[in-house]
């Protein structure tokens, strides 16, 4: 599957929270306004990014609670406590939160973004995104 667009995985989320017969409103998903340009500045180093994040979708829109998406879909600690991240490819990681019952996916970063000096510039960027 190729990246097309956000409004593309918008349109799947969208189908399939109307699978389920839940009383509760379905898990929705939506995205910062710093996701799309992080996104598309990975997308030149990791073509097939748009692919795992389709496969992240798919996999965390039953129940992201439970659904793990790989061993790396955990929350953060440290100064990033409050969001979550999933390694999307070996160095693009997706930092999102949950907010009532939608997934915000707040930005993708490298791991010299969160690990070391640069930091607290992701924090401070992030920050109004947090739940």
Not at 32 to 58: N, T
Request: include cysteine; charged fraction near 25%; charge should be positive.
């Amino acid at each position: 599957m190729a990246f097309l667009s956000l409004r593309h995985f918008i349109n799947l989320i969208e189908a399939a929270g109307k699978k389920g017969g839940q009383p509760q409103k379905p898990w929705g998903i939506f995205h910062s306004s710093i996701f799309d340009s992080s996104m598309m500045e990975h997308l030149r180093v990791f073509p097939d990014l748009g692919e795992k994040l389709a496969k992240f979708i798919e996999v965390k829109l039953d129940n992201p609670l439970v659904n793990k998406y790989g061993k790396h879909d955990r929350p953060m600690t440290g100064p990033l406590v409050g969001f979550w991240h999933c390694h999307l490819r070996d160095d693009a990681i997706l930092i999102y939160n949950f907010k009532d019952r939608d997934i915000q996916l707040v930005c993708i970063v490298s791991h010299a973004e969160i690990e070391g000096k640069r930091t607290k510039a992701v924090v401070k960027r992030i920050a109004p995104f947090k739940a």
